[in-house]
């Protein structure tokens, strides 16, 4: 029996409509989809394409742990893929739903990683959050030769203000707790004047907030801030 294939498909930043028209069709075809979830809470992922889905294929989520040491990690990593390990054994295509795109800072790299070998795979990509947050701010992130950096939120003080310091336009991501520190360093390089705070970018519940009047305790995980470059055409 031949093995099924594996689909990493992007579904975007999370307005439906950004969906690509090849990452549709596989959804649409697969017999099988599968989405990353925290155990809590309903999957994103999936809730950006529920109006997609025909209602007559195999589905199941993944939960990936949060804030845990990478090594001691992996055996879970290694465990969440087995059921989509045994579809595609079993000749079954699978589907696998990611933010985003699968392979920028995505879940599916997870999936990606440890089938991929064994596997006949194919990433479709999408839109990333950075490009869909630029859209919905209406800011051009970058000119000519300027120097795009993307910046984890959690990285430390020292690393955040050389790097903030080495490019010319910025999107810094992973927000949540680490807001406080993220502004405290923006506004200590001068640079809290171009920044722009956007949580839950696209979606129907999207929000732009003034930099200063944000509460550090609100913050949700969709959340970026944007460092536009200061050239102009």
Known sequence: MPKGRLYGIGVGPGDPELLTLKALR???????VVYQSAEDKPSVAR????????????EFPYHLPRAIDAVAAQPIYDKIVTPIAEHLAAGRDVVVLCEG?????????YVFTRLS???????VPGISSPMGCASALGVPISYRNDIFSVLPAPLPVEVLEAQLLNADAVAIIKLRRHFAKVRDVLQKLGMSSRAQY?????????????????????????SMILVPSKSRL
């Open 101 to 109: 795109d699968p392979l920028f800072y995505g879940s599916f790299m």
């Open 198 to 222: 956007i949580e839950r970018g696209t979606m129907e519940n999207q929000k732009i907030i003034p930099l200063h009047e944000v509460d550090p305790a609100q913050v949700p995980y969709f």
């Open 26 to 32: 596989l959804l649409q075809s697969c017999p099988v």
């Open 47 to 58: 809730g950006i394409v529920a109006g997609y889905l025909p209602g007559n294929q195999i």
């Open 117 to 123: 070998d064994e596997f006949e795979t194919e990433v």
